[in-house]
């Protein structure tokens, strides 16, 4: 870890520097899981679960589509 004035312990990034751009897309598939199956589903036992689950990912494969993106690639602004 490497102490600035003034700032929090960070840790000391060494060797290359990988993106998160590569777990994106697993994270849009947990989104929309959630979404669509977990936020206010009623789940009778953990199987009930695991079922409505497999049922949604094989629905979903069945009739999948790319994400549509909608970033421009402007610099974002920054709040006031």
């Known amino acids: ?3 600035l004035p003034g700032k929090r312990a960070r840790p000391v990034l060494r060797g290359d520097r990988c993106s998160n751009a590569a777990v994106l897309p697993d994270e ?3 989104s ?3 979404r669509a199956v977990l ?3 009623d ?3 953990r199987n009930d679960l695991i ?3 497999d049922t949604w990912t094989i629905q979903r494969n069945d009739h ?3 994400f549509r993106w909608t970033y421009d690639g ?3 602004k920054e709040a006031a």
């Open 1 to 3: 870890m490497s102490r």
């Open 28 to 30: 849009l598939v947990f």
């Open 32 to 34: 929309a899981l959630t």
């Open 39 to 41: 936020r206010h589903g």
């Open 43 to 45: 789940f009778t036992s």
């Open 51 to 53: 079922e409505k689950m």
């Open 64 to 66: 999948a589509r790319p």
């Open 74 to 76: 402007t610099p974002l």
